[in-house]
């Protein structure tokens, strides 16, 4: 069975901290990771990730993969209130139907205070 | 991107009723599933929504609870039946839009509580 598995559950944080959160993952004929925000209610896309190495970065976040030893980060520099929310992790596999199926992880809540 | 709407935002039933959910898309797109996420826990994937056919579903789901409709490229529904209060939970619509890059994004989600 699939697994994904983020560190930490919860961090707390003030504005200006750099934050990195962890995902590592166990997957049958993996296909790609996907790096979410969650606030609310909806999931709000941030990174998919296919390639070892390749940093994808959008505005104060950034997130890579490494494929040798199963696990993605995703940084946020300078983090702001509004940063706050739970982060999810998920990875696709390429088994299933043609497309695959997401695995999310638990998610790590972030905090962070002015 | 897409833009995904759901409809009811929210809802609020009694034990026993049924509540269908809709899921309506601004472009074509390839796949459409349906996640639940219950209080305090991560998303768990509910069915792929196939288009004209009947939907796949995951482990621990039936169609009797959960029936789910497509029938077009752009818009799904999602019945939760006969409901206890161990279905409240956001239930999310999910979609792979048609000419992206296999992104997957998510609908604004549905609250269910059951009382």
């Known amino acids: 069975e699939d697994k994904v598995v983020q560190s930490p559950l919860s961090l707390v944080v003030h504005e200006g901290d750099t934050v990195t959160l962890n995902c590592s993952y166990e997957?049958?004929?993996?296909?790609?990771l996907l790096w979410y925000k969650q606030e609310k209610k909806a999931p709000t896309f941030l990174f998919m990730l296919t390639s070892s190495g390749i940093e994808k970065k959008s505005g104060r976040l950034s997130s890579i993969l490494d494929k040798k030893e199963l696990f993605s980060i995703l940084n946020i520099t300078a983090t702001q209130t509004g940063d706050s929310a739970i982060y999810l992790c998920a990875v696709r596999n390429a088994g299933g139907t043609s497309y695959g199926k997401l695995t999310f992880g638990q998610g790590t809540i972030l905090t962070v205070h002015p | 991107s897409a833009v995904i709407s759901q409809k009811p935002s929210r809802d609020i039933c009694q034990r026993g009723t049924s509540l269908t959910i809709q899921c309506q898309v601004d472009s074509q797109v390839t796949m459409m599933f349906w996640y639940r996420q219950q209080p305090g826990q991560s998303l768990t994937l509910i069915a792929t929504a196939n288009q004209g056919s009947e939907a796949t579903y995951e482990s621990g789901f039936v169609i009797d609870k959960f029936p789910i409709s497509r029938p077009n490229l752009t818009f799904s529904t999602l019945t939760v039946s006969n409901m206890s209060p161990e279905d409240s939970s956001i239930y999310l619509c999910?979609?792979?839009?048609?000419?992206?890059?296999?992104?997957?994004?998510f609908g604004p989600g549905t609250r269910l509580t059951v009382l």
């Open positions: 999910s979609v792979v839009v048609l000419r992206g890059y296999n992104e997957q994004f």
């Open positions: 997957v049958t004929n993996f296909r790609s």
